[in-house]
Every structure is written in C-alpha cells, then in structure tokens.
C-alpha cells in the first residue's frame, strides 16, 4: 500500500467510514488517494445523512476531470431559464453623513427587531429605552444592537445594549452563558432575556439572535437541472490557474467530461460568479508584482475572452468582489461598464451587484462576495479560514451579511440595509476566502465556492492556504451538491 493510499484509508476510518472493496479499487487506481478522500470528507460534512459505507459512486463526482468519458445515449434537455432578480444594489450615491449613517442602522435595528418580535417568546419584548422603571427583580426581554463586548478571565462577561435613545448593560455569569456570548459581533441586533432591578442592567439568562426558523425548501426545480458556483478567478494575476481554468471550461463544453458525467454537462444551464473576475489593479501594495495584466480594462478583456468559451445555454450571473472595478463600500452595484465592457456584450451575461437575491429556476440564491468573512471569521471563536461555510452559517443566524461596522468591511449608509438576510435563502452562496466549502443549517445550502488563484506571497505570510480549482454545483431538483476537481 502506498503512503498515499494508507493516509487516505486511515482518514475514513478515523472519521467512521468503511469502504467498499469498488472503492478500495479505485483508490488503488489513482495517483492522490489522500486528496480525494479529503474532499470526499469535506464534502460528506455538509450531508445529513451520512452513509455508512463509502462506495465507488461516492468517489468518482470527485476524480480529476478528464477521465474517458463513456458514450451514453445522447438526450435533449430542455434549454429554457428561469432567472427573476428579487433585489440587487445599483450604488446609489450616498455622502455618508452621521445623519445617513444613524438612518441606516435606525433601519438595521427596527428591522432585525421586528424580525425578533415576531416569535412568540419575544413579542413582549422591550428596547433600552423602553425598559420599564422598577425597584424589585422584574423579568425583561431586551431588544438591541450590540455597542460593546468585554470578557472576563473569572468566566463573566458583559455587553451593551442600545437603541436609538439608551443603553444598557447586560451581565452573563458562568461558563455555557459565557461561551454563548462570546459569539455576539458589535452592531449585531439580540435579545437578552434575564432580570433586572433597577431598569439599568439585566443580569442575563439567556441571549438570542435572529436567526433562521427550520426551513422546508421551497419546490425544487421540476428538472435535473444545475448550477455551477464559483468565484475569486482573479484573471490578471500571475497566478490565476489558466490550464485548470480551461480544462473546468472544456468541461462545461463537454469536450472532456470523465466517468457518469455526461447526465450533468448536458443539464448546466446556470454558471454564478461570486466576484474577483480578475485581480484588479492597485488592490493592495506590491501587487504589479503579481500582475500578468497590469491594465484593467485589458483584463476584463480576457475575462470575457475565456467566458466568451461558455456555452450560450448556460446564463453566467457576475457580482463584483473586493478586487472588480466597483465600489468598494457594500452593498456594491454591477461591475463597472466602462471596465468590463467586453463582458457586457456577451449574450449570456447577466451582472449583478452584491449583496444580490435572485430566484433561479423556483431556488432563492443569496450572491455575496463574502468580503466580511475578513471581518467575522477572527470575531468567532469556532470559524477559521480552512471552514468559511461555518462563518457563512454563523451569518444566517445574525440575519446580517456584514454585521460589524467600523472593520475591514466598509459599508455605504444607505436608507434601507439591503445587507439584511431576507427573505431566507435556499442557497447562500459567497467567495473571497478562497477556499470551498458547504455545509447545510435549517435547510439552507451554505456554500462557498474556492478560487482559481494559487497561494499569493501575502497570503502566504498570513499562512493562508488557499484551496483552488474545486467546483461546487447544485442540481436544483433535489439540492445535491457535487465538487469536481480540476486540479
Ligand atoms: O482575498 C483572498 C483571501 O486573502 C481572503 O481570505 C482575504 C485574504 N487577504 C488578501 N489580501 C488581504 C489583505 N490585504 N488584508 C487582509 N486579508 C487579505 P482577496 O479578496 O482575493 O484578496
Ligand atoms: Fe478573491
Ligand atoms: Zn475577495
């Protein structure tokens, strides 16, 4: 047996699988047993219910590409769309006045508030500003918006409550209090449940968020049909994967689909971008260096040049990351024209703005670049960059795409936070940490979509590892979700 192979063997078994002497075979066939039973891990995460045995059918979605493809009865699927934008940013101007910004988080708060209210343990609920004044222990429910967090080595913490007129402060005592606090991100909306006596400070018994109610998917596409997810292509920069890039677009052509493959190239018909088309130029320091295409509009150039290769069938739907010409402040509108021209003049392009809502085929995707996970991620004691889908999800429970003002994310005061997570989507799909990812929470498929750009030296002198050239796609009749390996 080779190393490869007993790292991969003993990697299910630690993780409680077995495997079926077919798969055992296959294993031994290919040249990285270890990296494919890693995926299949990472992949098996996300299922609910996970099966016992790990049979050869588990394995091949998830082989490289290129495989001989056997030569299965040609079909006609139907080639019809069915694309409704539900809300995208178009970037309204907005000066960022302290009168914009106390509108937009009056917004956020009334909004996250009402969502809280509107469960039946929570109607009763007050404000800081409408606690009432008492003198003997009263049980209070309190609504606001996080303005301070402190943590104390003893087990305690504390946190500040605000609406727009007062502030109060709410006291957690012991070790599963503490820990359940030391998730709550500044600016995020909460109740506190717990008692006070003199209407100031809440000794808390317990702290909720808005979260998402167990969802039964709204009715799955009536045909096999998918759609690819990726994002962070960062074309223009040197190290943009161009070989893998083309061989996940030959693949999409169906010019090099390996085993049991040809069932899903023939039923593609969406292809979402997450953002980063291309590297941008001036991002960040140093980056010329980095730089294959040092002008922008040349790299939209060539964006459009290799996705001019996608076939028509398939819509593509772009929103601009950190590194597109947009504007860097979220909610971001569509890509620029004036830069991305070329791409605007394919046919099947549609643009979009992050955050964007867009119902495909009777599935309500959630499109985000992801910027805030910079944001979220070192926030969380449990998220780290290798899971980003557990930030994702950690998203849905605060009912918030970039929940923290005043960090790496910088947001634009507009009159309604479009930055709010409703309605509840069916897939919440985001890029920008590069490196994929799924997991499902209360019946949404978070996912996030990896990247094509091998490891740049400022990641890699923030030991960031980045996970390119897997792609994750979704058959919207029955939401499961393969990854394919260009690598
Ligand atoms: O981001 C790709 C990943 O690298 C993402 O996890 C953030 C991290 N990154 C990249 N540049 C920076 C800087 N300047 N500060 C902090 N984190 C960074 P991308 O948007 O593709 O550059
Ligand atoms: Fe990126
Ligand atoms: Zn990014």
């Keep these: ?108 708060f009334n909004r996250l508030k009402d969502m809280l209210k509107s469960r039946a343990d929570m109607r009763d609920a007050v404000t800081p500003s ?23 080595k003893n087990g305690g913490a504390i946190i500040e409550l605000e609406d727009d007129l007062d502030t109060i402060r709410a ?37 909720v968020w808005p979260d998402i109610t167990p969802k039964v998917r709204s009715p799955a596409a009536r045909r096999n049909v998918y759609a690819v997810l990726t994002s962070d292509l960062h074309i223009g920069s040197k190290l943009f994967m161009r070989q893998q890039f083309e061989s996940f677009l030959k693949w999409l052509r169906g010019e090099n689909f390996g085993v049991q493959q040809k069932e899903i190239v023939d039923n593609i018909r969406y292809l979402i971008i997450a953002g980063d088309v291309v590297d941008g130029v001036g991002v960040y320091p140093n980056q010329e260096e980095e730089l294959l295409i040092k002008d922008l509009n040349k790299q939209y150039e060539e964006a459009a040049n290799y996705l001019s290769m996608v076939p028509e069938h398939i819509k593509i739907i772009i929103i601009p990351g950190n590194h597109d010409a947009s504007r860097p402040t979220l909610p971001s509108p569509p890509i620029y024209r004036d830069f991305a021209a070329p791409l ?28 805030s996970l910079d944001d979220v991620i070192p926030a ?53 940490v590069h490196v994929w990812g799924i997991s499902e929470y209360r019946g949404v498929l978070a996912v996030n979509s990896g990247t094509w750009q091998g490891q740049t030296k400022y990641q890699l002198s923030m030991g960031i590892e980045p996970a390119p050239g897997i792609v994750p796609l979704i058959n919207l009749a029955n939401f499961k979700v393969i990854t394919l390996n260009f690598i």
């Design 1 to 108: 047996m080779s190393e490869s192979l007993k790292a991969a063997y003993n990697a299910l078994l630690r993780s409680g699988y077995q495997l079926s002497p077919d798969a055992f075979q296959l294993l031994k066939e290919i040249k990285e047993p270890e990296l494919l039973v890693s995926n299949l891990l990472k992949q098996l995460e996300s299922l609910e219910k996970k099966p016992l045995i790990i049979e050869r059918s588990h394995l091949e979605p998830l082989l490289r590409i290129g495989a001989p493809a056997p030569a299965p009865a040609p079909s006609k699927p139907s080639l019809t769309h069915s694309i409704e934008v539900i809300s995208g940013s178009d970037g309204q101007y907005i000066e960022g006045t302290i009168h914009d910004f106390r509108r937009y988080f009056l917004d956020r």
């Design 344 to 371: 605007y003049s394919l046919k099947n392009v549609i643009m979009l703005g992050d955050p964007s809502v867009v119902k495909i085929e009777d599935t309500t995707f959630l499109l985000t670049h992801g910027k």
């Design 171 to 207: 006291s957690f005592r012991g070790d599963e209090l503490k820990k359940k606090v030391s998730r709550a991100m500044l600016d995020e909306v909460v109740c506190v449940f717990g008692t006070t006596s003199n209407g100031k400070s809440v000794f808390a018994e317990d702290i």
């Design 380 to 432: 969380l004691p449990d998220c780290n960059f290798k899971e980003p889908q557990k930030a994702m999800v950690e998203l849905l429970k605060s009912r918030h795409l970039a929940p923290t003002y005043g960090e790496k994310t910088a947001l634009a005061p507009e009159p309604r936070d479009s930055l709010i997570i409703d309605p509840v989507p069916d897939v919440f799909h985001a890029g920008h």
């Design 130 to 152: 409408t606690i009432p004044e008492v003198n003997k222990h009263t049980r209070v429910k309190v609504i606001g918006m996080i303005s301070s967090k402190k943590e104390f």
